[in-house]
């Protein structure tokens, strides 16, 4: 149940008020992925069986304040805040999705983590390895829950690649093919923003392919070595935004330009323990909103997974109607809302009903909410990703980064 109400519930001191009393959830950053789990944790209680413990939607922090009031008069959001800070010492917080560019994530979630929240970061980790690698130590110490958004393993086609090539339907991934193409930055006249800074690998590549890294391992099991890297930067200035900008929406532009330093295009191949695959991530693919999508080779068949569509999987097995039979061939499948990541969440539970990005941010925070109310484990969904998991997807990237400096020299993952 989730409520909107205003009146101060914090309780005194002991444990078990603390227990009983709403769980306040807060969001920082208001801007295209903040809005997502704002809305998230407003239905997180919605889907699944009834949650056991009130949700409160306490605050929306954002240093665009008309952006915050949007946001929070939207999805009911109690009061904003334009300095996240208050929100540490806010008694009726208790949890905070942090939402903001990568190089703001370390400050944020060390300083929300000392005070005792949890917390759900948006992904990649930081825009560097240092940092990482310091939220990996903060959330390891924790006392709280500290997590991180990797939205896509509740995509239902991907989740039942994964059943199909685990359980030995398909058997082991022998080759794969991975690319997250996106089109925001197609236009020359898209804004100048935080996207765009930094070194070559916290472009596409940190922005889209921490996505499809975290999935590829998914599917095929760890990288152990990338080898190939290439990076492209190909619209090499951007003009300064005139006013505050909301993901990859255009505004007003200055006359000022500045300099991209990322890439616009990354390639790479990696080796699996079995498996070898080769991997692309554009900012500048016309054509492709937000296509990611992998192709995966098996010892038993193959199948493809599309974002574009990510209720379907399209498989080819041997042993449909014989390898070498005219009658053989990929078939699409629509699935249904059965699986371990969604299982029992959609309101209309019956195949064919369509599942959307958006639907994996409330996924996402309703497994977060059980996780901080430790549900029995047989009764939940399947945990976000640790923020060790989010070091190691980071690790990956600076290897393709080692790789493009050594001009395509092997790299090896840790
Ligand atoms: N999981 C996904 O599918 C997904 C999709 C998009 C973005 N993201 C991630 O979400 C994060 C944010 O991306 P976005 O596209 O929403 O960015 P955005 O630029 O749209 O929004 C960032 C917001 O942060 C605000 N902000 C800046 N400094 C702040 C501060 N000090 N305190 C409070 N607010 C501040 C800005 O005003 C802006 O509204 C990134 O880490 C990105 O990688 C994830």
Redesign the pocket.
């Known amino acids: 149940m989730v409520e909107t109400h205003t009146e101060n519930t914090t309780p005194a001191t002991a444990d078990s008020a603390a227990a009983e009393r709403p769980l306040g959830v807060a969001v ?9 789990h704002a809305a998230a944790w407003r239905s997180a209680t919605t889907v699944k069986a009834p949650f056991g413990r009130d949700v409160r939607l306490v605050a929306i ?4 304040e008309p ?1 915050a009031q949007s946001v929070a008069g939207r999805y009911g959001y109690e009061r904003t805040v ?3 800070r208050e929100l540490c010492d806010a008694d009726d917080v208790d949890i905070v999705s942090v ?4 190089k ?2 370390r400050e ?1 979630v060390e300083a929300l983590v000392q005070a005792g929240k949890h917390v759900l970061c ?3 980790l930081s825009d560097s390895l240092e940092d990482a690698r310091a939220m990996a130590q903060t959330a390891r110490a924790a006392e709280s829950v500290v997590r991180i ?3 896509f393993r509740r995509a239902p086609g991907l989740a039942t690649l994964r059943q199909l090539i685990t359980d030995g339907t398909l058997g082991e991934v022998v080759h794969i093919n991975g690319r997250y193409y996106a089109d925001y930055s197609c236009d020359p006249d898209a804004p100048m ?3 765009y800074r930094g070194e070559q690998g916290s472009g596409s590549l ?2 889209l392919g ?2 499809m890294l975290y999935a590829a391992e998914f599917l095929a099991g760890p990288i152990r070595a990338v080898a190939g890297g290439r990076f492209r930067t190909v619209i090499a200035e951007r003009h300064l935004p005139l006013r ?5 929406g255009k505004v007003a532009l200055s006359d000022e330009t500045e300099t991209v330093t990322n890439d616009d295009w990354a390639g790479f191949i990696a080796e699996f323990d079995d498996a070898s695959g080769t991997f692309e991530t554009s900012r500048i693919a016309h054509g492709h909103p937000n296509g990611l999508r992998f192709e995966v080779n098996c010892v038993k068949g193959a199948a493809v997974w599309d974002q574009a569509t990510p209720d379907e999987v399209r498989i080819y097995h041997d042993d449909a109607s014989g390898r070498a039979s005219w009658g053989n061939g990929f078939r699409t499948i629509k699935l249904g809302a059965e699986h371990p990541y969604v299982a029992d969440g959609f309101a209309m539970a019956a195949p064919g009903i369509g599942f959307g ?1 958006n639907d ?2 409330v996924f996402q925070a309703r497994a977060f909410l059980e996780e901080v109310t430790q549900e029995a484990e047989d009764t939940t969904w399947p945990v976000n990703a640790s923020f060790d998991e989010g070091l190691r997807n980071m690790e990956i990237i600076e290897a393709v980064a080692e790789s493009a400096r050594q001009n395509g020299s092997l790299v090896t993952v840790s």
């Open positions: 920082i950053g208001a801007g295209m992925a903040g809005a997502a922090a954002d240093i665009a952006l334009s300095d996240w939402v903001v560019a990568n703001l994530h944020i948006e992904k990649p958004g990797f939205t923003t935080w996207r940190a922005d921490s996505h505050a900008t909301v993901g990859h990005h994996s941010f």
